[in-house]
C-alpha cells in the first residue's frame, strides 16, 4: 500500500514537474528583444524605443518649480524660501553643510576649508557683500548646478537637504554679521572685544566653553598651503612636483 502510493505520488511529481518544465521552456523561447539590440521592425533599427514626449516617471512630476528649481515663473532666483524653517531644519542643514561643503568653504563659511588649503581653488566668503545680498535660490542653484570651479551636488544632496543648507547659510552669514544690540546679554558677552563687563563666571563659562572649536588650525591658516612635503601634484611649501602627466 505504502509502496503503490509512493509510486504513484512520484508519478504525479514527475508529471507536474515535466508539465512545469515545458511552460517554462515557452517563455524562456518566446519572441522578444534583449536591451541594445537591432530590430528590423523600427525604422531607426534599434529595440530600444525611446521615451514619448512629456513621459514623466512615478514620483518625479517636481511641479512645484520654486522647491526644484529654486526660480519663478519668469525663471528669475527666487528670494523667499520655499519651505518653512525651523530650529531641526537648520541643524539638518548645519550637519549637510559640514558633510558637503564645509571641506572647501570652510565651517564658517570663509571659504578656507581643508580642500583650498591643501591647493584647490579657494571659493569666495559667503560673508561678502554680493553673496549676503544673493537670493536664497541662487544659492540653491549652485548646489544643484555647480558654479565655475565648483561642481555639482545634485546627487548627493536631495532638494530639501540644499533648502535646508541654503538656511543654515543664511545663519551663518548672520552669525557673522549680527548686530551686537540684537545678541542675547550671555550671546553678547561672548563677543571679542564687548566683554568688557564680564563678570568672573562669565570668564570662566567662556574659557570651559570656547565660542569657536579649540582647534588651532580654526583661524590661523598659513600664508602658503600647508601641504606636507612629499604629497605629489599639491602645490605649496615642500610639495614636489608630481611625476604624474598633468590633466588638462
Ligand atoms: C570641492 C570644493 C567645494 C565644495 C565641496 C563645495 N564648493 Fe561651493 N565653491 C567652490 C569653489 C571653488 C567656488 C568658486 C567657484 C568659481 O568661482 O569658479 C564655490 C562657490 C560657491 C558659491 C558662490 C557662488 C557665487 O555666486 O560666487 C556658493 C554659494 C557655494 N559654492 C555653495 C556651496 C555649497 C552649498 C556646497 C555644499 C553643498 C559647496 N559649495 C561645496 C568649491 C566647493
Known amino acids: 500500500m505504502i509502496a503503490s502510493f509512493n509510486l504513484r505520488t512520484a508519478l504525479v511529481l514527475a508529471t507536474a514537474s515535466f508539465v512545469m518544465a515545458a511552460c517554462r521552456q515557452d517563455m524562456h523561447d518566446q519572441p522578444k528583444y534583449k536591451p541594445q539590440r537591432v530590430s528590423e521592425f523600427f525604422a531607426d533599427g534599434r529595440a530600444g524605443r525611446p521615451e514619448l514626449e512629456g513621459t514623466i516617471a512615478r514620483g518625479t512630476l517636481n511641479e512645484d518649480t520654486a522647491f526644484y528649481s529654486g526660480k519663478d ?3 528669475d532666483d527666487i528670494v523667499e524660501f520655499p519651505v518653512s524653517i525651523d530650529k531641526a531644519f537648520l541643524l539638518r542643514g548645519q550637519q549637510r553643510y559640514d558633510i558637503y561643503c564645509a571641506p572647501c568653504h570652510g565651517r564658517i563659511g570663509n571659504g578656507l576649508g581643508m580642500i583650498v588649503r591643501r591647493g584647490f581653488k579657494q571659493p569666495p566668503s559667503y560673508h561678502i557683500d554680493r553673496l549676503r545680498a544673493a537670493p536664497v535660490g541662487h544659492i540653491f542653484d549652485v548646489i544643484s548646478n555647480g558654479y565655475g570651479a565648483m561642481l555639482n551636488y545634485a546627487s548627493q544632496v536631495q532638494p530639501r537637504d540644499r533648502w535646508a543648507i541654503t538656511a543654515y547659510i543664511r545663519a551663518l552669514q548672520y552669525s557673522q554679521n549680527a548686530p551686537l544690540a540684537q545678541l542675547s546679554p550671555d550671546a553678547r558677552a561672548k563677543v571679542p572685544g564687548a566683554s568688557t563687563a564680564l563678570s ?37 611649501v615642500g610639495a614636489r612636483k608630481s611625476n604624474q602627466p598633468e590633466r588638462k
Do not use: C, H, K, W
Open 73 to 75: 515663473a519668469a525663471g
Open 200 to 236: 568672573p563666571e562669565m570668564r570662566a563659562a567662556m574659557a570651559a566653553q570656547p565660542l569657536v572649536p579649540n582647534d588651532s588650525d580654526f583661524y590661523n591658516f598659513p600664508a602658503e598651503p600647508a601641504t606636507p612635503a612629499g604629497v605629489p601634484g599639491a602645490i605649496g
